[in-house]
T-cell receptor
Framework: DTAVSQTPKYLVTQMGNDKSIKCEQN?????MYWYKQDSKKFLKIMFS???????INETVPNRFSPKSPDKAHLNLHINSLELGDSAVYFC????????????????FGPGTRLTVL | SQQGEEDPQALSIQEGENATMNCSYK?????LQWYRQNSGRGLVHLIL?????REKHSGRLRVTLDTSKKSSSLLITASRAADTASYFC???????????FGTGTRLQVFP
């Protein structure tokens, strides 16, 4: 009965590789997010999707591409990984149902710790 | 940057004592939320206070909001060792759908 799940929990890879992180929520939420938390615990939003539509796209390198096959899933694909991509990536979901509605309580996944060597 | 700042960055107390954390932000908001993050885990929502509210309680948690000073405080009363975690405030960006997280306060409660 996990609410927001992410796989894998840990990901160690070499520079230049391409990797994906998967996220699923079973809360029936319409909006999903990807956040990046750096080594200083600074948490910053990367993307958000509402009903499979991209709503927020922060200034993130285009090596990062989110994909939402349905509103319960939001995956993150990263091409040509760099050392600076090492961080913990969190998926989250909420009831914010449409652009312009205020962000509601967000439910976070357990995180994926990405280490790029 | 719109990012909120929290104060103190780190706080160590004994079990039974109260812990107070403060959050300052820069823009107009509709609501402010507090989250807890245990080491190696995701964030867990604690409480949401709307811009027209001044104080809210949830169990041992008390949150205040002063929109004139653009600040909020989180008080944890009668702390327990299990309260050891990082605490983040988050404000909604008035013009977009984003949540802006603060820098966090690391709370250590010693038994």
């Amino acid at each position: 009965d996990t609410a927001v799940s992410q796989t894998p929990k840990y990901l160690v890879t070499q520079m230049g590789n391409d990797k994906s992180i998967k996220c699923e929520q079973n809360l029936g939420h319409d909006t999903m997010y990807w956040y990046k938390q750096d080594s200083k615990k600074f948490l910053k939003i990367m993307f958000s999707y509402n009903n499979k539509e991209l709503i927020i796209n922060e200034t993130v390198p285009n090596r990062f591409s989110p994909k939402s096959p349905d509103k319960a899933h939001l995956n993150l694909h990263i091409n040509s990984l760099e050392l600076g991509d090492s961080a913990v990536y969190f998926c989250a979901s909420s009831h914010a149902t449409a652009p312009g509605l205020r962000p509601d309580t967000q439910y976070f996944g357990p995180g994926t710790r990405l280490t790029v060597l | 940057s719109q990012q909120g700042e929290e104060d103190p960055q780190a706080l160590s107390i004994q079990e039974g004592e109260n812990a107070t954390m403060n959050c300052s932000y820069k823009t107009s908001i509709n609501n402010l939320q507090w989250y807890r993050q245990n080491s190696g885990r995701g964030l867990v929502h604690l409480i949401l206070i709307r811009s027209n509210e001044r104080e809210k309680h949830s169990g041992r948690l008390r949150v205040t909001l002063d929109t004139s000073k653009k600040s909020s405080s989180l008080l944890i009363t009668a702390s327990r060792a299990a309260d050891t975690a990082s605490y983040f405030c988050a404000t909604d960006d008035h013009n977009t759908d984003k949540l802006i997280f603060g820098t966090g306060t690391r709370l250590q409660v010693f038994p």
